[in-house]
């Protein structure tokens, strides 16, 4: 039986997803317009027709992780509940908790960015959006005074840094520190950051791990 045929939007949203799978399992630098092709059976001349160049290919791909990111970000950030608790279920989620996979996909990401501008640009973007999305609701908990932070715009810039040091030791040098103990150093920073004497409150459903690609990271990241 023939392969159903598919739209393009339809089609591309299909090779972004190989290649995302393909960049998880092989890393940016390894992966090849043929290893995608190949985990859809289609020909490298359909993805080249998409994408033009691997380069494109993978920043398209990177960009198509974000979105789905900064979507389950504007949901957890979105909900009805107090600022700190939306907060402190964002940075959850965002925190290296030992499912590494999407962290592996950013940090290769970040790695690749040095020398592709495309790339570049999707991760400064993605930076941009998560930082201003946080900076969102710091502001936001400060005016209804729920806590006190002068400098919501910095306050996000380093909240977000410290998240992706974590991220970075646990996955690339696999730290000797338990998830448990990731989570409750994301806590004390989300405190120290809007004023809090003690760990944020959590709320009824926080997730605690990243979505696809598992972070930052999926996920975010």
């Known amino acids: ?37 190949s985990a859809l059976g289609v020909s490298n001349a359909l993805v080249l027709y998409h994408f033009s160049t691997k380069e494109r290919l993978v920043a398209a791909a990177f960009a198509h992780a974000a979105e ?27 925190a290296p908790t030992g499912r590494a996979k999407g962290w592996r996909l950013w ?38 005074g729920e806590f006190r932070c002068e400098d919501p715009v910095a306050a996000a810039w380093r909240l977000t840094a410290f998240l992706d040091g974590l991220a970075v030791q646990m996955t690339a040098y696999a730290a000797p520190f338990s998830r448990a103990a990731m989570l409750a150093w994301a806590d004390e920073a989300l405190a120290r950051e ?28």
């Open 1 to 37: 039986m023939g392969r159903v045929r598919l739209s393009v939007a339809e089609r591309r949203e299909e090779l972004l997803r190989a290649a995302v799978e393909q960049i998880e399992a092989r890393g940016v630098a390894a992966v090849r317009i043929a290893d995608v092709a």
């Open 68 to 94: 789905g990111d900064l979507a389950h970000l504007r949901r957890l950030l979105g909900r009805r509940t107090t600022a700190v608790r939306r907060l402190r279920a964002a940075v959850h989620w965002y």
């Open 107 to 144: 940090i290769e990401g970040w790695a690749a960015a040095l020398r592709e501008p495309a790339l570049r640009d999707v991760a400064q973007d993605l930076d941009r959006r998560w930082k201003a999305a946080l900076t969102e609701v710091i502001a936001e908990g400060t005016a209804a």
């Open 194 to 221: 809007i004023g809090l004497a003690g760990p944020p409150p959590a709320g009824p459903d926080t997730p605690d791990g990243p979505s696809t690609p598992d972070g930052p990271g999926t996920s975010r990241a």
